[in-house]
């Protein structure tokens, strides 16, 4: 203000109009980026700077400037000058002359017509000025980091700090949790092996390879949930091409050290879980060394202890998910004992069955998989839209991901329906009875497929509004509400086809289910 006003009066008294050429180049810097203004000054202050350059050149002492408070007020007083100097300069060639000349014939003097006159007329600009240089000064943080080489800490830097460091320490707990807790499955997975293999249904014939091919794949769980859920943390740190880099890449590597495994070094069913093993343990590799070299977000080793009240948020945005995925285990054990009992009093015999749906489960999840990516790469689009109230926008990325989700659906029940032999043969040969029990299965339990693309979707748009009691029940509905009675009642009546039957019918349920309560939330929306 005391620099703003003189400099606002001398314009003023000489004349000048508000498009004169003087004052055009007076604002003619804040047209241009701020941080380019900045980093301008940070050239010309610097060591080997613009200034010192000359001043060396004229055989002159250098000046010692930056990273000191002076350069920060110096950079301070030049980015926020203009907004004080305009709103007084505004005011003041509004001001009638005759106002002015009126209060010296009055008698006053250049003090009294300054103080009685002037300044209360230019009271509006000055309270403008001050409104628009207080709040940029007060949460600046990009001229003390430049100028001040982040020595000088600002209020602006402070709530930098905190908000970085208040957001980080849930990705800090998150990341140590991965760790942990791939660990504790893989410990408990190792130590009670067989009981787990029995309890999900395996059956004598398929023991032994079971045996090997989970006892490795344990080996890598701390690798795969670390992989997995790094990569959420990765996207959300604004690198996304390096996420999916992650994740090809172990894909990658996977896909051709299992040929390579089972049939060249002739291991079998352990050479595939060594080439996943190894492809897990690669794309792990990444995440730390993103964590440790590229990351954009501050992170710090104390933000990787887990704490337990950022735990709980984090959960709660993830338990749909979570619950999701655990329902869809829950069934699959369900279901490989039900396939295990019945088939076993049927002609396919206990292992075709089991080893029919297992495929089944795989593709579903190719598809499950495409569906879910929609709905996360919707989210973020969801959830700022919503919490700024932007409903129609809300409501239009929910109609493109449904309609996108359909799209997809609909490939898929064309696939499923038509090729199914080929669908199945992809994943080797067998018996003429054991391509027709998939291939029945394959048509008859994905019969709905076309409609199932809603239920996983609708699941992530209410929790990204932050509904996440109703994301859960999303979750549920299909697997756990619907599917895993129908498994357990269907197969009484039917035997095992109860088992293909029970598919489309809860299929269709969730999807009925899905749309009403997205309907009525998009319906409020609208209302809104």
């Known amino acids: 203000l005391v620099l703003a006003y003189p400099l606002a009066m001398i314009l003023r008294n000489r004349g000048i109009g508000q498009g004169s050429f003087i ?29 010192n350059s000359i001043l060396s050149f004229f055989h002159l002492p250098g000046i010692s400037i930056i990273n000191t408070p002076g350069a920060i007020i110096l950079g301070m ?102 760790v942990i807790t791939g660990v504790s499955i893989a410990a408990v997975i190792l130590i009670f092996l067989r ?10 014939t398929v023991m032994p390879y079971a045996t090997d091919y989970v006892s490795i794949i344990a ?75 590229f990351r954009k977000m501050y992170l710090d080793r104390k933000m990787l202890k887990p704490q337990i009240h950022h735990l709980k948020a984090i959960t709660s945005l993830g338990m749909a ?3 999701n995925q655990i329902a869809i285990a829950a069934v699959q054990i369900v279901m490989n004992n039900i396939l295990r009992y019945y088939g076993s009093i049927s002609v396919y015999g206990s292992d075709i069955p089991i080893a029919c749906v297992g495929i089944v489960s795989k ?24 919490g700024a109230r932007k409903f129609d926008r809300v409501r239009q990325t929910y109609k493109y991901s449904a309609t996108a989700c359909t799209i997809i659906a609909v490939i898929f029940f064309l696939c499923f329906q038509f090729f199914p032999h080929q669908i199945v043969g992809m994943f080797g040969g067998g018996s003429d009875l054991y391509f027709k029990f998939a291939e029945n299965y394959l048509r008859i339990f994905m019969l709905l497929t076309f409609a199932n693309g809603i239920q996983p979707m609708s699941a992530g748009f209410f929790t990204s509004i932050g509904k996440a ?28 086809d109860g088992v293909m039957y029970a598919g489309p019918i809860a299929d269709a349920a969730a999807f009925v289910l899905a749309v009403v309560f997205a309907r009525r939330e998009l319906s409020q929306m609208k209302n809104e």
């Open 363 to 386: 593709v579903n999840m190719v598809f499950l998989a495409i569906c879910i990516g929609i709905a996360q790469g919707a989210q973020p689009i969801w959830g700022f839209n919503y």
């Open 77 to 178: 007083v030049y980015n926020f000058l203009p907004f004080m100097v305009l709103p007084i300069y505004n005011v003041l060639i509004k001001i009638d002359r005759d106002v002015i000349n009126a209060a010296r014939d009055l008698g006053a003097n250049s003090v009294q017509t300054f103080l009685k006159v002037t300044l209360p007329l230019t009271t509006p600009g000055i309270v403008s000025g001050i409104t628009m240089v207080f709040i940029p000064a007060l949460t600046t943080f990009v001229i003390s980091d430049l100028l001040g080489g982040s020595k000088i800490l600002l209020i602006g830097n402070v709530i930098e700090q905190e908000f970085k460091q208040t957001n980080n320490w849930n990705a800090g707990s998150a990341l140590s949790t991965l």
């Open 195 to 204: 009981p787990l293999l029995i309890f999900f249904g395996a059956t004598d």
């Open 23 to 51: 004052v055009f180049i007076f604002i003619l810097p804040m047209w241009m980026n701020f941080l380019l203004r900045t980093l301008a000054w940070q050239t010309l202050l610097e060591k080997n700077g613009v200034i």
């Open 219 to 293: 080996i890598g769980l701390p690798f795969f949930t670390l992989s997995v859920g790094g990569n959420h943390l990765i996207r959300a740190d604004r690198s996304p091409t390096y996420s999916m880099t992650c994740t090809l890449t172990g894909a990658v590597i996977n896909t051709i050290l299992d040929p390579l495994f089972i049939f060249g070094f002739k291991w079998g069913i352990k050479g595939g879980a060594w080439a996943t093993v190894i492809g897990q343990i690669v794309s792990a590799f990444l995440v730390l060394l993103y964590f440790t070299k």
């Open 321 to 323: 998910s979570c619950i």
């Open 469 to 496: 009691g109703l994301g859960i029940i999303m979750s549920l509905t299909r697997q756990v509400i619907f599917l895993l009675p129908l498994v357990v009642i269907f197969p009484k009546f039917m035997g095992i």
